[in-house]
């Protein structure tokens, strides 16, 4: 089975920690992989390979607590899981250190199995918004989205020409073409575009690409190929290298790394 997502419980008390993991598991009814860790050292050691979503994590246990867990594992992990803390005390110290940290519920032992369930099950919302928001994020062209707040201020003739280029992205489209379609020579047309978008027509033309295609890669299951073609390559060939161009990476891995991020 294909578990979309993953909760990680430490917690050094045996009992405590087998009884979250038989609750959670439970509940989950195999939609999530639960995992446990006895200690914070366990727990950074499992983190090492695999990323969780949501962290429920005892506050107090020996070597590394649950509070420096959570801040040595955002320190160098990109992935932060959304965190739950587990604690015998009422202390307005951990309350107060945990909030600074992006907690986002602290529960007292003992832990009823229903506050339990509860906590898990907001948390898991709040991790499905970070990801969408961080998702969006990593998508995101902050040089098209500037063309797009200064869209109202462009001359009309690029605003038509940046409406050509949404809806004929799927062409092989050129700067004579559209400077045609404008009944402009194509020279002058040339440098009113990077006049006002601060960008060549070819450069707004790969960037607006390499979006479509981001979107493409990560919201459909289509074959790198197709996607070249919605977005105007002729060949996958050519459309891979200019994709590493501009994210690092293959549009294969880049799917994969978002998609698992």
């Not at 070249?228 to 200019?242: L, S």
Request: aromatic letters at 8%; a neutral charge.
């Amino acid at each position: 089975m294909i578990h979309s997502k993953t909760i990680l419980i430490v917690e050094d008390e045996p009992r405590t920690r087998q009884g979250f993991v038989k609750t959670l598991e439970a509940w989950s009814c195999g939609r999530y992989r639960i995992e446990a860790a006895e200690s914070g050292q366990a727990a950074l050691a499992w983190l090492e390979n695999h990323a969780a979503h949501l962290l429920i994590t005892d506050i107090r246990m020996p070597g590394i607590s649950g509070l420096e867990l959570i801040e040595m594992q955002r320190k160098h992990k990109p992935f932060k899981p959304v965190a739950i803390i587990i604690s015998g005390y009422p202390e307005f110290d951990y309350a107060q250190k945990a909030m600074q940290l992006g907690v986002v519920n602290y529960l007292l032992k003992p832990v009823d199995k229903h506050k339990l369930v509860q906590a898990v099950e907001q948390a898991l919302l709040v991790e499905g918004d970070r990801h969408r928001i961080e998702t969006l994020e990593k998508l995101a062209d902050p040089r098209l989205l500037e063309t797009k707040e200064t869209d109202a201020r462009y001359n009309p003739l690029v605003r038509d020409a940046l409406r050509y280029l949404d809806e004929h992205l799927h062409e092989p489209v050129t700067l004579r073409q559209v400077a045609d379609m404008l009944h402009l020579n194509p020279s002058y047309f040339s440098v009113l575009f990077k006049e006002q978008t601060e960008m060549t027509f070819s450069e707004y033309l790969s960037r607006l690409r390499m979006l479509r295609a981001k979107e493409l890669l990560l919201r459909t299951s289509l074959p790198v190929g197709e996607i070249a073609e919605r977005v105007g390559y002729q060949t996958d060939k050519y459309f891979i290298k200019v994709f590493k161009s501009f994210e690092g990476m293959s549009p294969s891995k880049y799917r994969n790394s978002v998609k698992n991020f």
